[in-house]
C-alpha cells in the first residue's frame, strides 16, 4: 500500500509538466509526455519489484498493449484493447441518497469507435486487388452503480451480396459482438452474464474488434472472425478475478453457456442446440518480477449437434506466451481440438499454432514497428467436423495451412495506423499465394 501511495505521490508531483505540455508546440508537447511516460514506465517497474520482494499483494498493472498504439497513446486516450470485462468499468454519476448513501442519477455511457479501409492484391487465381471497408465498430461502457458494469460491442461489415435477391441485401451486417453486464464484489471475485470473445485464447481475450488495437492488419487465422477452428463467440456466464500469490498475480476464469450451433462458425445466441452446455475453464499469470510477461492456458469442452442430427464431443486445450511491451513484442499460442462423433470410435486430433515478433523502433519517435508472423494449421481427413463429404470428396470446413505475414506499423498519430504486409500462404493441393495487404485504421 505505501508503494502505491508513493506511486501516486510521484505522478501528482508531474502534473505541472503536464499543464506546460499542454501550453507548449506540438513538438515540445510531445518530448514532455514521452518524458512522462518513461519516468512512469520506470516507476511502475520499481514498485512491481518493491511488492514482489515484500510479498504485498497487488495485482499487476494493466497496460494498453503497445501493439496497439504508439508511445504516446497512454497519455493519450484510455485503450480499451485488453477489453475483459472485469477491466471496462466507467465511472458513474453519483449522488447523495437516503442516509447519505451513495445513488446513481443515471448511467453514463462512454463510447468508443474503430474503422479500418483495406487495400488487398494477391496472385490467387481469379482474385481481383481492389479496396475494401473493414468493419464500423462501437464500443459501449457504462456504470449501473459502484459495482455494476455494463459493455457492448456493435459491428457493421460490408456485405459481398449487398444489393441482390428478393428483397435486396442491405450494404451492411449489422451484429452484436459482445453484451456483458458484470457484477464486481471485489478485484478476487466478478461475475458476469452475456456474449462474450470466448475466452480460451490469448488473441481473442485481448483485441477485440477494430484492427487498430492490434499489431497486424489481420489475426492469425485461427481465431479470425467468422472461423470455425476455434468457438470465437460464447453466450452464457463467467467467473473471473485476481489472486496475488506471492507475486504471480494469478487469475482464473471459469465460464458456463451454449457454445457452438449448429453452424460451428456460430455461437449458440438463439440457445443451445442441445441439453450439454459448454463449460471453460482458465488460468493465467503476470509475474510481478517480469514487467509485461504473461502465460497460461484454458480448457473447453462442448457436445455439437449438426443440422444432420450427428453429435460430436469436443475438447480444447489452449496455452499461450506472451511479452507484451512492445519492444520487443513476443507472442505464441497453440490450440489441440479433439472431436469425437457420438457412437463412433474415431478421434481426431487438428493443431493449430502461431508466433509473432514485433519491435518498436527507437529511431523516427518510436513510429514505426516492424514485424513478423508464422502460423499453421493441421487438420486430420479423420476429423469429420472439420471436413464433409460432397459427392464422395473430402472437403475441409477448416482448411489446413502454412503460412507467413511480414509487415510494418507506422503510427501517423495517436489514434490512427497504417499496416503494409506481405503474407505468403500454402494449403495442401493448392498453390501457393503472395499478397500484398495495405490498411489504415482508426479509433475515434
Known amino acids: 500500500m505505501r508503494y502505491s501511495l508513493a506511486f501516486l505521490c510521484l505522478l501528482l508531483q508531474s502534473m505541472p509538466a503536464v499543464s506546460r505540455a499542454q501550453a507548449a508546440t506540438p513538438a515540445e ?25 515484500s510479498g504485498a499483494p497487488g495485482a499487476s498493472t494493466p ?22 470485462p472485469s477491466q471496462l468499468v466507467a465511472e458513474p454519476q453519483m449522488t ?65 451480396d449487398a444489393g441482390t435477391g428478393t428483397p435486396a441485401a442491405t450494404g451492411f451486417n449489422a451484429e452484436v459482438e459482445r453484451a456483458i453486464i458484470q457484477f464486481q464484489q471485489n478485484d478476487y471475485f466478478k461475475v458476469s452474464f452475456g456474449r462474450y470473445h470466448t475466452p480460451i485464447n490469448w488473441w481473442n481475450m485481448t483485441f477485440h474488434h477494430g484492427q487498430w488495437l492490434q499489431t497486424t492488419a489481420a489475426r492469425p487465422e485461427m481465431v479470425q472472425f467468422g472461423g470455425s477452428f476455434l468457438p470465437i463467440h460464447f453466450v452464457g456466464t463467467l467467473v473471473e478475478g485476481t489472486l496475488p500469490a506471492n507475486g504471480m498475480n494469478l487469475n482464473y476464469n471459469f465460464g458456463l453457456g451454449n457454445g457452438r450451433s ?21 488460468l ?29 464431443r469436443e475438447w480444447i486445450q489452449s496455452a499461450h506466451v506472451v511479452w507484451q511491451k512492445g519492444d520487443p513484442e513476443l507472442i505464441a499460442e497453440f490450440s489441440n481440438v479433439t472431436h469425437r462423433e ?37 487438420i486430420p481427413g479423420s476429423d469429420r467436423l472439420f471436413n464433409t463429404i460432397v459427392e464422395g470428396k473430402l472437403v475441409p470446413v477448416v482448411p489446413s495451412l ?33 499478397g500484398a495487404f495495405a490498411q489504415t485504421s482508426f479509433t475515434f
Request: hydrophobic share 35%; aromatic share 12%; glycine share 8%.
Open 63 to 84: 497496460t494498453a498493449p503497445e501493439a496497439a498504439a504508439p508511445v504516446t497513446q497512454e497519455a493519450a486516450k484510455p485503450n480499451p484493447a485488453e477489453a475483459a
Open 96 to 160: 447523495s441518497g437516503h442516509a447519505g448513501m451513495p445513488q446513481m442519477t443515471a448511467p453514463s455511457p462512454r463510447i468508443e469507435g474503430f474503422s479500418d479501409i483495406n487495400f488487398a492484391a494477391t496472385d490467387k487465381h481469379g482474385s481481383h486487388s481492389g479496396f475494401n471497408e473493414g468493419q464500423f465498430v462501437l464500443h459501449f461502457n457504462s456504470a449501473l452503480s459502484s459495482k455494476v458494469n455494463f459493455m457492448g460491442e456493435l459491428s457493421l461489415t460490408a456485405r459481398t
Open 29 to 53: 508537447s510531445s518530448e514532455m509526455v514521452r518524458a512522462l511516460l518513461d519516468r512512469i514506465d520506470r516507476l511502475e517497474k520499481r514498485v512491481a519489484e518493491l511488492e514482489s520482494r
Open 262 to 282: 449448429s453452424v460451428i462458425s456460430r455461437a449458440g445466441d438463439w440457445g443451445d442446440i442441445n441439453n450439454n452446455k459448454a463449460w471453460l475453464a482458465g
Open 342 to 378: 457420438v457412437g463412433a470410435m474415431i478421434q481426431s486430433n487438428s493443431q493449430a499454432w502461431y508466433v509473432q515478433a514485433g519491435y518498436r523502433l527507437p529511431w523516427f519517435e518510436k513510429l514505426w514497428k516492424p514485424y513478423y508472423r508464422f502460423e499453421y494449421i493441421h
Open 284 to 312: 493465467f499469470s503476470r509475474p510481478s518480477g517480469l514487467y509485461g510477461f504473461q502465460f497460461g492456458g484454458s480448457v473447453y469442452r462442448d457436445e455439437i449437434t449438426r443440422a444432420a442430427g450427428n453429435q460430436f
Open 402 to 434: 502454412a503460412g507467413s505475414t511480414l509487415g510494418v506499423r507506422y503510427d501517423i498519430s495517436s489514434f490512427a495506423a497504417l499496416k503494409f504486409e506481405y503474407r505468403n500462404q500454402r494449403r495442401p493441393g493448392e498453390p501457393r499465394v503472395n
